[in-house]
């Protein structure tokens, strides 16, 4: 309620909206400021590091040494287009994001949905929104509230431990990390899309080869969840139904290198940065 009155305050002052942000739009950003000043300057305490993940070398084939008669030979791995997805019903574990800048609690809760550790409901949401302020600090996002090191925090709250943020330097890269990571622990990635300033849950893929055995496989996309739809976005178009396969084109479009306005992030800007699962679900599920 204070929040709103010294909104209200700042309003009567004189604000003027430009063409760039409606009443409501600017209001809702005024209150905003206001909250973070009542909330105190963001906390200047540990995070969860941010992993650089260089690429993989490239291994000089070796000549096997001859076999024995009797030895079996060990059958060579069969290269074959691959279409995998984790959620069989990706409705069941949707979450709108309740407010526009709520994309990261509502992946996170989507992310515990699957896992059995949540709810889809506005109410959890609220609930894990309204939490922030435990795990928030400044070396994960300059400007408070949510960035990836909080995101990995909560879901350890709710009970899914072992997200490691992981920073990649091309995008192939860090769709087929993930998409190993999904295959080993049967668990949904978090991608860090819009160049660091919207929340997409990586659920499946598809790829011209099994990326857990074939290191040069080709990612040809990713089913996601994606917590703006049904809304529209003026800036990266309509978003998409639940469980959408997004091609490669549309990666490029919408999974960009980190990049903030609010300043430096040496650990990850230029890199593209994923939530990556490490834990096997049945070991905590």
């Given at each position: 309620?204070?929040?709103?009155?010294?909104?209200?305050?700042?309003?009567?002052?004189?604000t003027?909206?430009?063409?760039?942000?409606?009443?409501?739009?600017?209001?809702?950003?005024?209150?905003?400021?206001?909250?973070?000043?009542?909330?105190?300057?963001?906390?200047?305490?540990s995070?969860?590091?941010?992993?650089?993940?260089?690429?993989?070398?490239?291994?000089?084939?070796?000549?096997?040494?001859?076999?024995?008669?009797?030895?079996?030979?060990?059958?060579?791995?069969?290269?074959?287009?691959?279409?995998?997805?984790?959620?069989?019903?990706?409705?069941?574990?949707?979450?709108?994001?309740?407010?526009?800048?709520?994309?990261?609690?509502?992946?996170?809760?989507?992310?515990?949905?699957?896992?059995?550790?949540?709810?889809?409901?506005d109410?959890?949401?609220?609930?894990?929104?309204?939490?922030?302020?435990?795990?928030?600090?400044?070396?994960?996002?300059?400007?408070?509230?949510?960035?990836?090191?909080?995101?990995?925090?909560?879901?350890?709250?709710?009970?899914?431990?072992?997200?490691?943020?992981?920073?990649?330097?091309?995008?192939?890269?860090?769709?087929?990390?993930?998409?190993?990571?999904?295959?080993?622990?049967?668990?949904?990635?978090?991608?860090?899309?819009?160049r660091?300033?919207?929340?997409?849950?990586?659920?499946?893929?598809?790829?011209?080869?099994?990326?857990?055995?074939?290191?040069?496989?080709?990612?040809?996309?990713?089913?996601?969840?994606?917590?703006?739809y049904?809304?529209?976005?003026?800036?990266?178009?309509?978003?998409?139904?639940?469980?959408?396969?997004?091609?490669?084109?549309?990666?490029?479009?919408?999974?960009?290198?980190?990049?903030?306005?609010?300043?430096?992030?040496?650990?990850?800007?230029?890199?593209?940065?994923?939530?990556?699962?490490?834990?096997?679900?049945?070991?905590?599920?």
């Amino acid at each position: 309620m204070l929040a709103v009155i010294l909104a209200f305050g700042i309003l009567g002052l004189g604000t003027v909206a430009t063409n760039a942000f409606g009443a409501g739009d600017l209001f809702e950003r005024l209150v905003a400021k206001v909250e973070r000043v009542i909330a105190g300057p963001v906390p200047d305490r540990s995070t969860k590091p941010t992993v650089e993940m260089t690429p993989a070398p490239t291994l000089t084939p070796t000549i096997p040494p001859s076999l024995s008669p009797k030895a079996t030979p060990t059958p060579t791995p069969v290269r074959a287009a691959v279409d995998v997805s984790i959620t069989d019903d990706p409705k069941a574990v949707f979450a709108h994001e309740a407010h526009k800048d709520w994309c990261s609690p509502a992946g996170v809760q989507m992310t515990l949905a699957f896992l059995g550790k949540a709810n889809t409901s506005d109410a959890f949401q609220a609930e894990l929104a309204s939490r922030v302020h435990e795990w928030e600090s400044s070396k994960d996002s300059l400007n408070g509230e949510w960035g990836p090191g909080a995101m990995a925090l909560a879901l350890e709250a709710y009970g899914a431990p072992g997200y490691e943020i992981r920073a990649y330097r091309s995008r192939g890269e860090a769709i087929r990390d993930a998409a190993i990571a999904i295959t080993k622990t049967s668990s949904p990635a978090i991608l860090l899309a819009w160049r660091g300033a919207h929340t997409w849950v990586m659920t499946g893929y598809r790829a011209d080869a099994d990326p857990t055995t074939f290191a040069d496989a080709n990612m040809t996309g990713a089913y996601i969840l994606d917590p703006w739809y049904p809304w529209n976005s003026s800036i990266w178009g309509q978003s998409d139904p639940p469980g959408t396969f997004q091609d490669w084109p549309e990666m490029e479009r919408n999974f960009l290198p980190w990049k903030r306005p609010e300043g430096k992030y040496p650990d990850r800007d230029g890199k593209f940065i994923v939530l990556v699962p490490t834990v096997t679900v049945s070991a905590y599920r």
